[in-house]
């Protein structure tokens, strides 16, 4: 079992920055990859980043890629979500998941077994 619990989400400004952070615990190690997603009011829950513990690859969606960045924090089995010039169409509930992987990254929400509860981000314009 792998226990995901998500923080630092708020109410920023348009332009704004903040960093998510993605605390975990269990078994969670360098088999695992991290993902981040989103759900906004009335929409589906979608991709925005994820990566292996074990590797420096990175995948992002395309309408974050050049503004989020995700590192880790290995001695802290922590995953941050560094959200930089925000727009107002980023607000949405972000959650943090985990699932084993041999060698690709996956980015659909199927293929992740484990879920934080979700952090607030809302973005005023």
């Known amino acids: 079992q792998v226990q995901l619990v998500e923080s630092g989400g708020g109410l920023v400004q348009a332009g704004g920055s903040l960093r998510l952070s993605c605390a975990a615990s269990?078994?969670?190690?360098?088999?695992?990859?991290i993902g981040w997603f989103r759900q906004a009011p009335g929409k589906e829950r979608e991709f925005v980043a994820a990566?292996?513990?074990?590797?420096?690859?990175?995948i992002y969606a395309d309408s974050v890629k050049g503004r989020f960045t995700v590192d880790m924090d290995n001695a802290e089995n922590t995953v941050y979500l560094h959200m930089n010039s925000l727009k107002p169409e980023d607000t949405a509930l972000y959650y943090c998941?985990?699932?084993?992987?041999?060698?690709?990254?996956?980015?659909?929400?199927?293929?992740?077994?484990?879920w934080g509860q979700g952090t607030q981000v809302t973005i005023s314009s």
């Open positions: 269990g078994r969670a190690d360098n088999k695992y990859a």
């Open positions: 998941a985990a699932t084993r992987v041999l060698w690709s990254i996956p980015t659909t929400r199927d293929d992740y077994d484990y």
């Open positions: 990566r292996r513990w074990s590797a420096d690859r990175t």
